[in-house]
């Protein structure tokens, strides 16, 4: 399946911190890239979503839903002015 | 862990079905009535959430094709053959119906007529949903920015809210379309994929910045994005959306 980009997890990202997201900027751990979160590569049919950056091609992101509840994983990812994790 | 609706975040919510439009074979708008809407942003989405009477629960994103003047929230749903929830809204939803949803959602593909522009749309088969939005917004309070729809579709009968844009072009946006697969012998529009020559005769020069949004198959969207970038308009000023089928 071809990948989506981060438009595609505004709703579960807007759940897990409270706010819109998609215009987050932030910066790739792995490449050092900056961009925002509605750019990144996004693939929702792994178990949960793995998100990407868009220039190395590392996971940045992912989420997983436990028990109704969406649990993200974005350290690889270094949010500008980012919101307090929940 | 259940948690409380706190102001400002996202809840979902009932809305009710009042119309339905077939707008082609495989797409149909649902005119929802929403008792708790904030109101939108030109481009922004709903997420629309089904459950099962076992429990199961599917979610789906889809764009609002109505703009924020409207009265009701549409959307429109192409139907995937084999989908969870496509099938369900185009095939089984009837007026008076409830739906589970909730937005709008999204900031970044997002179009509001003091952005000015050019507004340069580049819409690959239903990606042209948000740019109804768009174009109508722009009707509403947006003329005098320069609007230009390129629509690419399989099909004339694939088109969708063809009347409606040939009212939007009479209003003024320049619409063009190109058909990809099949198109009628005295077809007078633009023939075949969108390519680095067609994209070159419909986009403003670099200069000018456009403001350009591109909403489609993935395919379709990075096509269009890097010829653009190598003609020489800033990645800054370019704005996509990739669809497909997604789901929680």
Redesign the interface.
Known sequence: ????????I???L??HF???M??TVGTCAHCGTRS????LVVY?RAPG?VVRCRHCANVVMALV?IRG?LRADSSAFRMEQAPDEP | MARAAIPGRLTWQAGRVVDLVDETARCKSLVLELADWRGHRAGQHVDVRLTAEDGYQAERSYSIASAPEDTHVELTVARLDDGEVSPYLTDELRPGDELELRGPIGGYFVWESSQGGPLLMLAGGSGVVPFRAMLRHWAADGRDVPARLLYSSRTLEDVIYRQELERLADDGADVQLTLTNQWPDDWQEHRGRVDPKLLAEVAWPPHQRPLVYICGPTGFVEAMAETLVQMGHEPAQIKTERFGPTGT
């Open positions: 399946m071809d990948a989506l980009d981060g438009n595609a505004a709703g579960p807007f759940e409270g706010e819109e998609t215009t925002q979160i509605a750019e929702t979503t839903p509840e």
